[in-house]
Protein backbone atom coordinates (compact mmCIF):
# COMPACT_ATOMS: atom_id res chain seq x y z
CA UNK A 1 0.00 0.00 0.00
CA UNK A 2 1.43 3.85 -0.95
CA UNK A 3 2.58 5.33 1.87
CA UNK A 4 0.50 8.68 1.54
CA UNK A 5 -2.83 6.54 1.64
CA UNK A 6 -1.67 4.73 4.45
CA UNK A 7 -0.16 7.17 6.53
CA UNK A 8 -3.59 9.07 5.99
CA UNK A 9 -6.03 6.22 6.64
CA UNK A 10 -3.89 6.27 9.45
CA UNK A 11 -4.33 9.37 10.74
CA UNK A 12 -8.00 9.70 10.53
CA UNK A 13 -8.83 6.84 12.53
CA UNK A 14 -5.96 8.24 15.40
CA UNK A 15 -7.51 10.13 18.39
CA UNK A 16 -11.08 8.01 18.34
CA UNK A 17 -11.72 9.71 14.61
CA UNK A 18 -14.91 8.60 13.06
CA UNK A 19 -15.52 11.22 10.11
CA UNK A 20 -15.74 14.65 9.47
CA UNK A 21 -18.93 16.01 10.76
CA UNK A 22 -21.53 16.74 8.53
CA UNK A 23 -20.64 20.24 7.17
CA UNK A 24 -17.25 19.31 6.51
CA UNK A 25 -17.88 15.50 4.98
CA UNK A 26 -19.60 17.02 2.18
CA UNK A 27 -16.84 19.52 1.72
CA UNK A 28 -14.69 16.65 1.59
CA UNK A 29 -16.65 14.98 -0.58
CA UNK A 30 -16.87 17.74 -2.97
CA UNK A 31 -13.30 17.80 -3.46
CA UNK A 32 -13.28 14.23 -4.76
CA UNK A 33 -13.51 13.88 -8.74
CA UNK A 34 -15.75 11.93 -10.51
CA UNK A 35 -16.96 11.53 -14.07
CA UNK A 36 -20.36 11.49 -14.73
CA UNK A 37 -20.98 7.67 -15.16
CA UNK A 38 -19.06 7.33 -12.14
CA UNK A 39 -18.81 8.72 -8.82
CA UNK A 40 -17.99 8.19 -5.27
CA UNK A 41 -19.38 7.28 -2.53
CA UNK A 42 -21.98 9.27 -0.62
CA UNK A 43 -21.26 10.63 2.86
CA UNK A 44 -23.00 8.56 4.97
CA UNK A 45 -25.16 11.03 7.42
CA UNK A 46 -27.24 8.38 9.53
CA UNK A 47 -28.55 9.83 12.70
CA UNK A 48 -27.82 7.09 15.45
CA UNK A 49 -24.96 6.93 17.35
CA UNK A 50 -23.29 3.94 18.49
CA UNK A 51 -20.33 1.11 17.31
CA UNK A 52 -22.06 -0.14 14.57
CA UNK A 53 -22.90 3.10 12.73
CA UNK A 54 -19.31 4.72 13.87
CA UNK A 55 -17.84 1.12 12.07
CA UNK A 56 -19.82 1.91 9.17
CA UNK A 57 -19.20 5.84 9.36
CA UNK A 58 -15.42 5.03 9.08
CA UNK A 59 -15.49 2.37 6.74
CA UNK A 60 -17.53 4.93 4.50
CA UNK A 61 -14.06 7.53 5.08
CA UNK A 62 -11.70 4.60 4.15
CA UNK A 63 -13.54 4.04 1.02
CA UNK A 64 -13.51 7.70 -0.33
CA UNK A 65 -10.11 7.77 0.56
CA UNK A 66 -9.13 4.69 -1.69
CA UNK A 67 -11.41 6.44 -4.25
CA UNK A 68 -9.60 9.75 -3.92
CA UNK A 69 -6.04 7.90 -4.17
CA UNK A 70 -7.31 5.91 -7.24
CA UNK A 71 -8.53 9.21 -8.92
CA UNK A 72 -4.76 10.94 -7.86
CA UNK A 73 -6.57 13.21 -5.53
CA UNK A 74 -4.47 12.30 -2.17
CA UNK A 75 -2.73 15.20 -1.80
CA UNK A 76 -5.74 17.66 -2.07
CA UNK A 77 -7.62 15.51 0.67
CA UNK A 78 -4.86 14.56 2.84
CA UNK A 79 -4.43 18.31 3.30
CA UNK A 80 -8.35 19.03 4.07
CA UNK A 81 -8.86 15.94 6.37
CA UNK A 82 -5.11 17.30 8.40
CA UNK A 83 -6.65 21.24 8.40
CA UNK A 84 -9.60 19.91 10.35
CA UNK A 85 -9.68 20.52 14.38
CA UNK A 86 -10.53 17.88 16.63
CA UNK A 87 -13.96 19.52 17.72
CA UNK A 88 -15.26 19.20 13.02
CA UNK A 89 -14.61 15.33 13.72
CA UNK A 90 -17.33 13.10 15.28
CA UNK A 91 -15.33 10.33 17.70
CA UNK A 92 -16.00 7.18 18.70
CA UNK A 93 -18.54 7.84 21.87
CA UNK A 94 -17.39 4.72 24.02
CA UNK A 95 -13.84 3.21 24.28
CA UNK A 96 -14.92 0.98 22.42
CA UNK A 97 -12.36 -0.19 19.46
CA UNK A 98 -14.38 0.01 16.04
CA UNK A 99 -13.25 -3.00 14.23
CA UNK A 100 -11.74 -2.56 10.56
CA UNK A 101 -13.83 -4.08 8.25
CA UNK A 102 -12.24 -2.90 5.47
CA UNK A 103 -9.88 -5.76 6.08
CA UNK A 104 -11.80 -8.33 6.04
CA UNK A 105 -12.00 -9.11 9.56
Given at each position: ????L???????????????????????????????????????????SG?????????????????????????????????L?????????????????????
Open positions: MDKASDLLDYCRSNNRVCPKNIYWNAFYSLLPYKQEKRPPPPLFVPEMIYDSLRQLRLSDQIYWAYANDAIEKCDHFLRSTEDQWHHLVSSSPVYDLGNGC
